[in-house]
């Protein structure tokens, strides 16, 4: 608190002020068609009316996308929206963006909000890249004078100069979205509302963008990002709120509901992820040479692992029944995550690591060790098979398991084995 020529000024720090309320926020949406435009002519007409349109209750064929949803956001500050499909993230950034209103409760917006929801979805496909950068910037509050002075760092940020007095729908997709991106980051926003957008051209623009996302987060811009990208997350987030089901199950650190909505994810999938399988037995007349009998991980002692531990060593089991001596097996192993986007953790082949594998005829387990293991927590899918050169005997197309991490190991996106040393001179 200041005093001056006896008045007192209250100055608070830049970072508590509230740019996004969100309090207690619900919509419902209909899944019938015909009733939904039924219930919208309804709707209009008790608001014509000044009715109260009870739109804390359900109606028939009505569900939540988001029952009494509360946060708070304040300048310079980036949350990620954590959540899997249909969890009502998408519909809550509509919200803040005034796409759609709420049917209960409300969201408050203090400053200019740019929403990166569908980049260049607004734009006109008759106009130029020039007139569409006109248009957009002036419906996301913009005047003609600032729009004259920051056309050229936009069109230079977009890498289309090329292209700009094109029509739009001369563009591809990645130059509308490329020109999409351009424009809400140069109005220099103070909310910034993130939908998945982030892969955006090539690598190289995509650290352009980041880049400068970072330089407005150091003016005060503040962000609510969401995104499947864990190293988004971990990386631009220092907060998080796990929605699921319309419901905020819990809002904090991004460790800290990260791991709830981990452990969530890792539940549900808890049947499908078993500790060991056993395949169908085949006759050896339409045997290949070698099959698949069961699958696993074991401990060092040698014991089945329900789940595997990050920085724990354990051994991928591939028990076998040949029915003749093969001289160089590979065992092929590809580990995807499930969830997101699916996508490839790693593919090792006992054979790119020049391994050669000589399998003689009855049983015999094929092992993978691993020293430490270095997925972090989740839930994974292994794709199995056996091959001699080009030639595939077996495979076991889903193996589902899960790796759960300790808090020291949960912050990051891998396990890094590791020693500490210090050299003294």
């Not at 006992?350 to 050669?356: F, H, T, V």
Request: some cysteine; overall charge neutral; glycine content about 6%.
């Amino acid at each position: 608190m200041i005093k001056l020529s006896n008045k007192e000024i209250t100055v608070q720090p830049q970072n508590t002020e509230v740019v996004v309320s969100v309090e207690n926020v619900s919509k419902k949406f209909c899944r019938d068609l015909k009733r939904s435009l039924v219930y919208g002519v309804q709707d209009i007409a008790t608001e014509l009316v000044a009715a109260n349109r009870k739109g804390d209750t359900l109606r028939p064929k009505e569900f939540w996308a988001l029952k009494d949803v509360s946060f708070q956001l304040r300048r310079g500050e980036a949350l990620a929206l954590i959540g899997s499909n249909g969890a009502g993230k998408s519909t809550l950034l509509r919200i803040i963006s005034s796409l759609i209103k709420p049917d209960a409760g409300c969201a408050r917006i203090r400053g200019r909000l740019a929403p990166l929801i569908a980049l260049g979805a607004g734009f006109n496909p008759i106009l130029t890249g020039r007139e569409n950068i006109y248009a957009n910037m002036s419906i996301l509050g913009l005047s003609t004078k600032k729009i004259d002075e920051r056309l050229q760092d936009v069109i230079d940020f977009a890498e289309i100069s090329y292209a700009i007095d094109a029509p739009v729908q001369t563009y591809s997709s990645g130059m509308a979205a490329r020109l999409g991106f351009a424009c809400a980051v140069h109005i220099e926003p103070d909310i910034l509302l993130i939908d998945e957008v982030l892969a955006v051209g090539d690598i190289k623009f995509r650290m352009k963008c980041h880049r400068r996302l970072a330089k407005l987060r150091e003016q005060g811009t503040a962000f609510i990002l969401v995104s499947h990208n864990p190293a988004a997350i971990l990386n631009v987030c220092d907060s998080a709120a796990y929605l699921s089901q319309g419901k905020l199950i819990a809002t904090g650190s991004v460790d800290s509901v990260v791991q709830k909505y981990e452990e969530d994810l890792n539940l549900s999938s808890a049947e499908k992820s078993v500790g060991q399988i056993f395949l169908p037995k085949k006759p050896e007349s339409e045997s290949t040479g070698i099959d698949i009998v069961s699958l696993c991980f074991k401990d060092e002692q040698g014991n089945v692992m329900e789940t595997l531990l990050s920085g724990e060593t354990a051994s991928l089991c591939v028990e076998c029944k040949a029915y003749r001596e093969i001289a160089k097996a590979n065992l092929c192993v590809t580990v995807t995550a499930i969830g997101g986007e699916r996508e490839r953790i790693f593919y090792l082949t006992s054979g790119s690591d020049n391994e050669d594998l000589k399998v003689l005829p009855g049983k015999v387990e094929l092992q993978m060790y691993m020293p430490f293991c270095c997925l972090s927590a989740g839930v994974y899918s292994a794709k199995i098979f056996i091959k001699e050169g080009a030639y595939s005997f077996d495979a076991v197309e889903s193996f589902r398991f899960t790796v759960k991490a300790n808090n020291a190991a949960h912050e990051s996106l891998f396990y890094q084995p590791r020693q500490w040393k210090i050299i003294n001179s």
